[in-house]
């Protein structure tokens, strides 16, 4: 009778969920042609602010932060800009190669065929994948964390290299829905802010 309940128990146990390969990963971001997500950002620093996040496929992406906070990130043409409301100077602005988020904004995904995984694991529910630009290392990486069943990308954290980590948590995904371009153009944020 033990036997037979042992039994029992082990196939009612849910199975534990494998890792999701690199290729389902790739597929998930390359059919992603737009999406929207809230957020909740955690610093190292303890500080936490949410927001919501905007993506258009390649290469863009807007992060819009709530009050109090009020910081805006737009990354477009190739640039990432940081608008601080709190400056009447221009916004911050760098080149999106030299962010690990680039990885994930190009326009063919491909993480099996490319030298930027640096760590795929699984912690049961979630699949983790840590990136790295094996020619920009000094950049810093970025970790993924993905669910299954379906597929979503439920957070990533951001690792500058210079001992400061920053965690981005998603919830509330939308995607396929028209997105207009000019959320993603700086010029025209730049030119909004200045009238």
Known sequence: MKKFIVIMLLIAAPASAEKLSLDAVSSYFNAMTSAEAAFIQNSDDGNQSSGRMYIKRPGRIRFEYDPPNLALVVVGGGQVAVFDPKANSEPTRFPLNQTPLSLVLERNVDLARRDMVVAHTSDGPRTL?????????????????????????????VDDNSGSKTQIVLGDWTQGHKMPSILFNIQAEMQRRAN
Not at 129 to 135: A, E, N, R, S
Request: a negative charge; proline letters at 10%.
């Open 129 to 157: 994948i840590t990136l790295q630009d094996p020619d920009r290392p000094e950049y810093g990486f970025i970790q993924l964390v993905f669910t299954d069943n379906p597929v979503q990308l439920h957070q990533w954290i």
